[in-house]
């Protein structure tokens, strides 16, 4: 089972003998918002990401996707719905790849028996929700 950005931020602080206090003094996030994130109740903007990567020193990617750049990486698979969206859209592969795990984190957190496939998204709906988020990549 793959962890969630959360998992990573939290056991990357932890692989440093960091506190939450000492990450938030040096990002501006409040405790109470890092400790949601680490434990999966919350997301997190782009913008507030890439300082949580500046701050543990790690990129973007790990954090994203638990491997680090360059490294030899499984292969994603991103929809057909979502693929022809941020082809008309003009998203970069980060842009969409940040788009598809902010909804499979969303789909994570609701109860079994409402999940629908990632097909059946309609994704120009979900990015228009969230896309400022996704402006600054």
């Excluded at 931020?9 to 405790?31: E, P």
């Excluded at 680490?38 to 913008?47: C, F, I, L, P, T």
């Excluded at 954090?63 to 490294?71: D, F, I, P, R």
């Amino acid at each position: 089972m793959s962890s969630s950005v959360g998992e990573r931020i939290k056991q990357r602080r932890l692989d440093i003998g960091w506190t939450q206090d000492q990450i938030c003094t040096k990002t501006g996030l409040s405790k109470s918002f890092l400790s949601e994130l680490e434990n999966g109740k919350r997301s997190v903007s782009a913008s507030n990401l890439l300082d949580i990567a500046r701050t543990l020193n790690v990129s973007l990617d790990y954090l994203m996707t638990g491997k680090a750049s360059g490294e030899q990486q499984t292969e994603v698979s991103i929809p057909s719905s979502l693929a022809k969206f941020a082809a008309d859209a003009g998203l970069s592969l980060r842009q969409t790849l940040m788009l598809l795990d902010m909804q499979k984190q969303i789909v994570a957190h609701r109860s079994a028996k409402k999940k629908d496939g990632l097909e059946a998204v309609d994704w120009q709906k979900f990015y228009e929700g969230v896309k400022e988020f996704l402006e600054n990549e």
